[in-house]
C-alpha cells in the first residue's frame, strides 16, 4: 500500500495550540519524509515547534522509525533511526553498562527530536549539548535528495541542523558514541537550600565537583525565602556502591482524566511547592538512586500534562548570562512574581559553554524554567514581560519550550538568526520546511 | 528457539522480533524488501539475536519465492522449529470496493499467498518432527462485518485453515498458534480511528510470544477481544445489519 496521510489533532506536551493536521506515519520514514514540510518525534517539545505551518501541510511522524542501525562495543559508537527513543536506548543499553551522552529530563523524546532541540541534560556544566557529541547525520532535505553530514561534510548544514527545529531537513539517521557508565544506578546528594544566593552558590560549587547538577525552586516562595528551594548533585555508582541487580522496570501511573481548570488554583500550588520543599525534611540526604528516579522523575506519571486542564500549559525557559553574579536570577524570578506568574514546577540549572548548533539555546549562564497553565490574556503578557528582561539581561529563550514569543523579541535575543537563515536559504530556498513556530517568529508564509 | 520470522520488518512483527532477539533466538528475516531487511537485522542483533541474522526475499504474492526461501534459511540456522508470519496486507472496505485490483492483491496475499507459505513451512517442520506455526489472522475473520467485507473473509479463510492444520498435526508435534488481533496501533492502521480497547504492538507481543511458548493454538490480543468477539459472533443478524461494528 503507498503511505496515505492521515488527519490527526497535534499539539506539543503543553497541549497548546491544537492543530488538527495531516500525517504521514510510517516505518519508512525515507518515503514520509519525502511528501511532508516538517518531522516530528515524541511531541514532548511544549509549544508549537513540532506543528505544521497549516492545516493541510503533511509532517511526518517518525516514531516508527526506530531501529539501531549499528553498534560498536568497542567505541560505543551507536546509529540509529532517528524515531528510535531514549526510553528504548535505556532499556537495551542502560543494563549493558552504557548510556547516552546527554539526557534530557525526559526519555519520552527521540534522537530526532534530541538533535532538533540539541537539549542539554544536568551534566551540561561538563559535557555540553546532545549535538556536541553527534558525529553525524543522514537527512532528507527539502529538494528530497538525502545526504550525510558532519562537522568535515557539509558541516555548514550540520551545524544548523543541531539544535536547528527541524528546519533545514528531516533527519532521518544520527550517529553518536555512547558511553560507558561503571553501573547502571546514581550515587546522589541533595539539600535543602535557603534562598537564591544560596542556591546559585551552591550550583556552581557543586559544578566544580560533581558531574550532574540541578536545581529546584519554589517558585511562589517569595521575600527572603525566594529562591529556596533542593539542590541535586549525582554522578554514576561505582560498581562497589551499587546494588547487584539492574534497576527494575518502574512502573508508571496514568492520569486518567483531563483534570478541570480549578485543580491548578493558587492554593494548590502553593501547597504543592511547600510539599516538595518539606518533603526533604533533613537537609542533606545521600544514597543510591534508580537512574530514572534522578534523570526522569516525572516520567513516572503518563499524561501528566492533561493535570494542566482543557487551556494546556506552557513552560518558560531562558538562559541569563552571569556576567553580575546572581543579579540576574534575583531579577528574573522577582520579574515573574510581580507579573503574576504562578508556576508548577521551576527549574534552575548552570550552563556551560555554548555548543557548536548555529540555534543552540544553552550559552554560558543560569537557566530557569518554569511551567503554568494557559491563561488566554494574561499568558501572553507574562511571557512579554519576561522576554523583555531576558534581552535586557542578554540571554535568550528555548525555542522548543515556546509558544508565545513575538518575532521581535526573538529578533531582539538572537543575533545568530541571520546565519541561521542563511543556510536554511542555501538549502530550501523556496522555504518548503517549516513549522506553526517558524511562521511565528521567523516569518516563514503559513 | 530457532525462527523465521516472515513480516518482521514493522509493525507487530517487529516487536515480536524484538523479544525474541532480547532472549537470544536465533532469528531468519524473510519478507519482500531485502535491503531494508538487512536493517531490522542489524537492530535485531543489537538487541541480542546472535549475529549475524540473515535475510531472504519472499513476497506473499509471489509464491515460487517461498520454498527458495524457507530452503535458505533452514541452510543458514541449520534447521528451524518455528516460523512466524505477520506479513499481510491491509485496506479499508471503500477502498477496496473501489479498487478490485488491489481487491485482487489483498485477497492474494492474505489468503492465498499466507496459506501456500505455510503449507510449505509446515512440510518442512513435520519432516524434523514438528515445531511452531505461528500465523497472524485477525478478529476480522470472526464475522462477516461491514468494515471487513473483504479483508474479513481472507483472514476468515485464514483462520479456518490453521484450525484444520492444528487439528490434524498436532499429535504429529505441529503446533498452529492462530493469533486474531484486534485493533492494534501500527503503521497498517494508523489512518484509521482507534477503538476502545485499541492495542499497542509491544503488548501483543509479550503476548503472542507467551502463546508461542505454550504452543496455544489460539490467541486473542489484547486480550479484551475475546470477549468483544464472543459478543459479536452471537448476535443475531437483524442486529448485525443495523450496526457499522
Ligand atoms: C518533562 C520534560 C522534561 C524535559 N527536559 C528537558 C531537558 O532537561 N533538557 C532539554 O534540552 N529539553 C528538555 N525537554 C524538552 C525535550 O527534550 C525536547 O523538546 C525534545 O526535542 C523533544 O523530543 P521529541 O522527540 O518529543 O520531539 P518533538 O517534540 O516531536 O519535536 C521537537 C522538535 O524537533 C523536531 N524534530 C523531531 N524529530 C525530527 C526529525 N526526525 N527530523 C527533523 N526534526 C525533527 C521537530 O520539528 C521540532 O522542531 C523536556 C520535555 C519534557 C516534556
Ligand atoms: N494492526 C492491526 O490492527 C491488525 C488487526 C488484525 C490483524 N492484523 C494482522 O496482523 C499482521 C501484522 O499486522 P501489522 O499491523 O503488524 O502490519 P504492518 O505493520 O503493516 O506490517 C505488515 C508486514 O507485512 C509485510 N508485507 C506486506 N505485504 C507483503 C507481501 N506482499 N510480501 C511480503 N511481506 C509483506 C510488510 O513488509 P514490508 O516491510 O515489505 O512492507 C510488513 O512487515 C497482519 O497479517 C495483519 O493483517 C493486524
Known amino acids: ?27 519508512n520514514l525515507p518515503a514520509a519524509a519525502e511528501r511532508a514540510t516538517l518531522s516530528r518525534g515524541l511531541g514532548r517539545s511544549y509549544g508549537d515547534s513540532s506543528l505544521p505551518a497549516g492545516a493541510d501541510l503533511p509532517v511526518a511522524d517518525a516514531t516508527l522509525a526506530d531501529r539501531l542501525l549499528g553498534f560498536d562495543p568497542a567505541s560505543g559508537m551507536l546509529r540509529a533511526e532517528a524515531g528510535a ?28 527530536g534530541m538533535t532538533a532541540s540539541d537539549v542539554h541534560g544536568k551534566n551540561h556544566h561538563v559535557d555540553g549539548c546532545f549535538g556536541e557529541h553527534v558525529r553525524g547525520l543522514k537527512l532528507r532535505l527539502a529538494d528530497g535528495r538525502i545526504v550525510e553530514c558532519s562537522d568535515t561534510c557539509e558541516p555548514e548544514l550540520f ?4 539544535g536547528g527545529m527541524g528546519l533545514t531537513g ?3 539517521e544520527v550517529e553518536f558514541p555512547m558511553r560507558p557508565i561503571p553501573s547502571p544506578w546514581i550515587w546522589g546528594e541533595s539539600r535543602r537550600i535557603e534562598d537564591l544566593d544560596l542556591m546559585v552558590a551552591g550550583l556552581k560549587e557543586a559544578a566544580r565537583e560533581w558531574p550532574m547538577t540541578v536545581g529546584w525552586i519554589d517558585c511562589l516562595a517569595r521575600g527572603a525565602k525566594l529562591g529556596r528551594g533542593i539542590l541535586m548533585k549525582g554522578r554514576w555508582a561505582r560498581p562497589d556502591e551499587a546494588p547487584e541487580k539492574p534497576p527494575p522496570r518502574k512502573r508508571r501511573f496514568r492520569v486518567p482524566i483531563q483534570f478541570p481548570g480549578i485543580a491548578l488554583c493558587k492554593p494548590n500550588m502553593k ?26 522523575p516525572l516520567d513516572a506519571l503518563d499524561d501528566w500534562n492533561l493535570i494542566y486542564g482543557r487551556r494546556g500549559f506552557t513552560q518558560y525557559q531562558c538562559v541569563l548570562p552571569h556576567a553580575d553574579g546572581n543579579g540576574p536570577a534575583r531579577r528574573f524570578l522577582e520579574r515573574f512574581v510581580s507579573a503574576g506568574g504562578m508556576g508548577f514546577l521551576c527549574v534552575i540549572k548552570d550552563f556551560g559553554a555554548e555548543g557548536k548548533g548555529m540555534l543552540s539555546f544553552p550559552r554560558p549562564g543560569m537557566s530557569i524554567a518554569m511551567d503554568f497553565p494557559i491563561h488566554p490574556t494574561k499568558t501572553p503578557t507574562l511571557v512579554d514581560r519576561l522576554n523583555e528582561l531576558v534581552i535586557a539581561e542578554g540571554g535568550r529563550i528555548y525555542l522548543t519550550k515556546d509558544t508565545f514569543t513575538r518575532p521581535e523579541h526573538f529578533r531582539a535575543m538572537e543575533p545568530r538568526l541571520e546565519a541561521f537563515n542563511a543556510v536554511r536559504r542555501r538549502w530550501d530556498p523556496e522555504v518548503r520546511i517549516r513549522s506553526a513556530q517558524s511562521v511565528r517568529l521567523l516569518g516563514d508564509p503559513a | ?19 525474541m532477539a532480547a532472549r537470544g533466538d536465533r532469528l531468519f528475516l524473510i519478507g519482500r524488501a531485502t535491503d531494508d531487511l538487512e536493517r531490522s537485522a542489524r537492530d535485531l542483533e543489537i538487541r541480542g539475536a546472535p549475529a549475524p541474522v540473515k535475510t531472504a526475499y519472499c513476497d506473499l504474492l509471489a509464491p515460487e519465492s517461498f520454498a ?6 533452514e541452510r543458514e540456522l541449520q534447521g528451524f522449529d518455528t516460523v512466524v508470519v505477520t506479513a499481510g496486507l491491509f485496506a479499508t472496505q471503500e477502498e477496496l470496493e473501489n479498487d478490485p485490483q488491489l481487491a485482487a492483491r489483498v485477497l492474494a496475499a492474505d489468503f492465498t499467498g499466507t496459506v501456500l507459505f505455510c503449507e510449505e513451512a509446515r512440510k518442512r517442520l513435520l519432516a524434523v518432527g514438528g515445531g511452531t506455526l505461528c500465523v497472524f489472522s485477525s478478529v476480522a475473520g470472526e464475522r462477516g462485518r461491514k468494515p471487513v467485507i473483504l479483508y474479513g473473509a481472507a483472514k476468515a479463510g485464514l483462520s479456518q485453515y490453521l484450525e484444520g492444520l492444528d487439528h490434524k498435526f498436532r499429535a504429529r508435534g505441529l503446533r498452529t498458534v492462530c493469533v486474531k488481533p484486534g485493533f492494534v496501533k501500527t503503521g497498517m492502521t494508523a489512518g484509521l480511528k482507534p477503538p476502545p480497547f485499541a492495542g499497542q504492538p509491544e503488548a501483543v507481543a509479550r503476548r503472542v510470544l507467551r502463546a508461542i511458548d505454550r504452543g496455544r493454538p489460539e490467541v486473542y490480543t489484547p486480550a479484551a477481544w475475546r470477549g468483544v468477539m464472543c459478543i459479536i459472533r452471537n448476535l443475531p443478524r437483524f442486529i448485525m445489519r443495523k450496526i457499522e461494528f
Open chain 1, 1 to 27: 500500500m503507498t503511505l496515505q496521510p492521515h488527519r490527526s489533532k497535534l499539539t506539543g506536551w503543553g497541549r497548546f495550540p491544537v492543530v488538527d493536521g495531516l500525517v504521514l506515519k510510517s516505518e
Open chain 1, 85 to 112: 527513543s531514549l526510553f528504548e536506548l535505556n532499556r537495551v543499553f542502560l543494563r549493558r553498562g552504557w548510556f547516552v551522552p546527554v539526557s534530557p529530563g525526559t526519555q519520552f523524546v527521540t534522537l530526532g
Open chain 1, 159 to 162: 551545524r544548523a541542523t543541531i
Open chain 1, 170 to 172: 528531516h533527519v532521518l
Open chain 1, 271 to 296: 501547597a504543592f511547592n511547600l510539599a516538595y520543599y518539606w518533603k526533604h525534611i533533613q537537609r542533606v540526604r545521600r544514597g543510591i538512586l534508580h537512574p530514572d528516579a534522578f534523570f526522569y
Open chain 2, 1 to 19: 528457539m530457532k525462527a523465521v520470522l516472515f513480516g518482521a520488518s514493522k509493525g507487530m512483527g517487529r516487536a515480536l522480533a524484538r523479544l
Open chain 2, 68 to 73: 527458495p526461501a524457507l530452503d535458505q534459511a
